[in-house]
């Protein structure tokens, strides 16, 4: 095989799994590590990846990348809904009974179900506590549920409420659940997202809630990025929709986090 060949092929592995390691690449195409290592430098130079520790990432797994909101509202469609029917089964019935929901396109498909929400008997009550514009416009049309919007400064980029005000106003809070949504879960890093600003206020939510639930599709097992928020000991449950990797999952069982696959 040429080389410029086995680059494309390498580059579409990346694109594929969003990393790649140098024992499998060397493996798969019966070349030495030393020569995996040049190919990657090749690449990288090229901009198709990023050379980490082990191997290469795709450019998008910068500990900085992030996508918009609207971007990611079109990607990995139906795991949200699979993991926002499983979030739902978690929602408390009771006569009263308040919930935080995180920012975020996972955590919106959530929203979504919660604008069907009817209380099971008369007279019981929902508050549903959100720092996302858009989820807020959205549950604001259930006259069923209680809502209330963390106040403080938007962040374009997401549509969340972030800020020093944001976290103070949390940090006032115990809400009986929070549903957090997630950048990156990783083994030894925990939880992490792009942005200090908007990580600090999910720290506050964590820290805020009784039963923190994070809720995170496939992409984001195994990834780390830049800051991180939350440790694996301080969540109780993943819903997710693969297995993890055998180091996640082990990292996870240590941590004594419930792990769903919706």
Known sequence: MFAEERHQRIADLVSAQGRVGVNELAGLFSI????????LATLEEAGQ????????????RLTRSELS?????????????????????????APTASVLLDSGT????????LTGWTPANTGD?????????????SLSTNPSLLLDIVGGRVRGL??????ARATEQLGALRPDIAFIGTNGIHADFGLSTPDPVEAATKTAMVRAARQVVVLADASKLGTETLVRFATLE??????????PDRELAAALAAAGVEVVIA
Not at 32 to 39: G, K, L, N, P
Not at 125 to 137: G, H, R
């Open 32 to 39: 030495t590590q030393e020569t995996v290592r040049r190919d």
């Open 49 to 60: 990846l990023r050379r980490v520790h082990g191997g290469a990432v795709g450019t998008d």
């Open 69 to 93: 909101l609207s971007e990611r509202q079109t990607q990995r469609l139906d795991e949200k809904q699979r993991i926002a029917a499983a979030a739902m089964a978690l929602i408390p019935h």
């Open 106 to 113: 996972t955590t919106a498909a959530l929203a979504e179900r």
């Open 125 to 137: 009550e929902l508050l549903v506590i959100t720092n996302s514009l858009p989820t807020a416009a």
């Open 158 to 163: 997401t549509s969340a409420v972030v800020g």
């Open 234 to 243: 301080q969540i109780d449950t993943l819903i997710t929709t693969a297995e």
